[in-house]
């Protein structure tokens, strides 16, 4: 069973940064996987943020373009989403998504942006 966990989120100020990771565990086929860092507020839809092909192709959202950057780790089975320039509505609960033939979604980590 493959599951990913997701950890990194806090309280920070604005223009202050943080890494969120995503670990898959239960997987040796993780170099196959896109992965991808969702966000959504309360009754709001979940929106791509970024994503990283299995080839390290990445795309952002242009909201963050600039800002956050995608990359992963494959011998450590690990995505990393770094953000700076955090800005308040950067503020979401933050989901991994790793897909492979089939879905695969953390449980999220919550971002705060706040003074």
């Known amino acids: 069973q493959v599951r990913l966990v997701e950890s990194g989120g806090g309280l920070v100020q604005p223009g202050g940064s943080l890494r969120l990771s995503c670990e898959a565990v239960g997987t040796n086929m993780f170099t196959r996987y896109t992965v991808a860092w969702y966000r959504q507020v309360p009754g709001k839809q979940r929106d791509l943020v970024a994503s990283i092909s299995q080839s390290a192709v990445t795309t952002y959202a242009e909201s963050v373009k600039g800002r956050f950057t995608i990359s992963r780790d494959n011998p450590a089975n690990t995505v990393y989403l770094q953000m700076n320039d955090l800005k308040p509505d950067d503020t979401a609960l933050y989901f991994c998504?790793?897909?492979?033939?089939?879905?695969?979604w953390g449980q999220g980590t919550q971002v705060t942006v706040s003074s």
């Open positions: 998504n790793g897909r492979f033939l089939s879905d695969f």
